[in-house]
């Protein structure tokens, strides 16, 4: 079992829509974790960061942890065709990341 | 704003050939890693440096790669003999300290095609 598990998608949405973006991981000790943005061809980007249980907003994105689930999610409101990327899922602890989910937004 | 640098960008090499790769993290970051990104994967921590000294390269493939961070600022990493799987993206990435909490910063990568 890969200890951080992502959707490679594509998960196609259209403009203007909400995307959900999810992330399970194995080790229920991991503590924090980061969502990264990376554009093809490009190296990662980091969006957010979220530590506790709950979810945390910072502009159209909202990072969503739920510790007991073992999952995180990133949720992209307002989708736009510059938010078409792979998006990654880390541990931040253990410095894993996902392989990715490719996100699609469509005009 | 200040970035990682990283040099060369992109490096065609045959196989059996030695590579390497140069890093310079933001000024005043202690922490580097290195991490190689197979297309279609997340990034995989190949070694990390707080300073001059290494944290953790109990993913780097040692018969073949090494790194170093001499004076604890930039760092090269090597590929000795290049093999075909060996092509991937090359990331940088800088840390103002070791710690679970504490951003990384990547730099552009270096693309490496073995052929």
């Known amino acids: 079992q890969k200890e951080v598990e992502q959707n490679s998608g594509p998960l196609s949405v259209p403009e203007g829509a909400i995307a959900s973006l999810n992330c399970t991981y194995s080790d229920r000790g991991s503590q924090s974790f980061f969502w990264y943005r990376q554009y093809s061809g490009k190296s990662p980007e980091l969006i957010m960061s979220?530590?506790?249980?709950g979810d945390k907003e910072d502009g159209r994105f909202t990072a969503q942890l739920n510790k007991a689930s073992q999952y995180v999610s990133l949720l992209i409101r307002d989708s736009q065709p510059s938010d078409s990327a792979t998006y990654l899922c880390a541990l931040r602890n253990k410095l894993v990341f996902g392989a990715g989910t490719i996100l699609r937004v469509k005009s | 704003e200040a970035e990682v640098a990283q040099s060369p960008r992109y490096k065609i090499t045959e196989k059996s050939q030695a590579v390497a790769f140069w890093c310079d993290p933001i000024?005043?970051?202690?922490?580097l890693y290195w991490y190689r990104q197979i297309l279609g994967q997340g990034p995989e921590l190949l070694v990390q440096f707080q300073d001059e000294s290494v944290v953790d390269d109990s993913q780097l493939p040692k018969d073949r790669f090494s790194a170093e961070r001499l004076k604890g600022v930039d760092s090269t990493l090597k590929i000795q003999p290049a093999e075909l799987g060996d092509s991937a993206m090359y990331l940088c990435?800088?840390?103002?300290?070791?710690?679970?909490?504490?951003?990384?910063?990547f730099g552009p990568g270096t693309r490496l095609l073995v052929l």
């Open positions: 979220i530590y506790s249980n």
């Open positions: 000024s005043g970051h202690a922490t």
């Open positions: 990435a800088s840390s103002l300290v070791q710690g679970s909490g504490e951003t990384q910063y």
